[in-house]
């Protein structure tokens, strides 16, 4: 079983900036795909981007490639850099860990594990 603990969410207004973190209970780099969703109210969950577990690839959803970018801080941390936020941005986000295979990465049912979510809110 692996826990996962987002941080980072907070009030900020259009254009600016936010580092959402991840940190895992035990080791995710080579284990486990690392994956963002977001939440709005009244919408199903969206796919945000996704880290590979072997060479750090990743990949995003259209509407946030260019602003956002995940990386890996350490074993058991994954950062999501959003810039140039947008009130369309405001959701909770969640970071999840599982094994999908690379053309399903965006399917939130293949993920085992998942945090209780961040909030971010783009105030403009």
């Known amino acids: 079983q692996v826990s996962l603990e987002e941080s980072g969410g907070q009030l900020v207004q259009v254009g600016e900036s936010l580092r959402l973190s991840c940190v895992a209970s035990?080791?995710?780099?080579?284990?486990?795909?690392v994956a963002w969703f977001r939440e709005a109210p009244g919408k199903e969950r969206e796919f945000v981007g996704a880290?590979?577990?072997?060479?750090?690839?990743t990949t995003y959803a259209d509407s946030v490639k260019g602003r956002f970018t995940i990386s890996r801080g350490t074993p058991t941390t994954v950062y999501l850099q959003m810039n140039s936020l947008t009130p369309e941005d405001t959701a909770t986000y969640y970071c999840?860990?599982?094994?999908?295979?690379?053309?399903?990465?965006?399917?939130?049912?293949?993920?085992?594990?998942w945090g209780q979510g961040t909030q971010v809110t783009v105030s403009s």
């Open positions: 999840a860990a599982g094994r999908p295979i690379t053309g399903a990465m965006n399917n939130p049912s293949l993920y085992y594990y």
């Open positions: 035990e080791r995710t780099a080579n284990s486990y795909v």
């Open positions: 880290l590979r577990r072997n060479g750090g690839h």
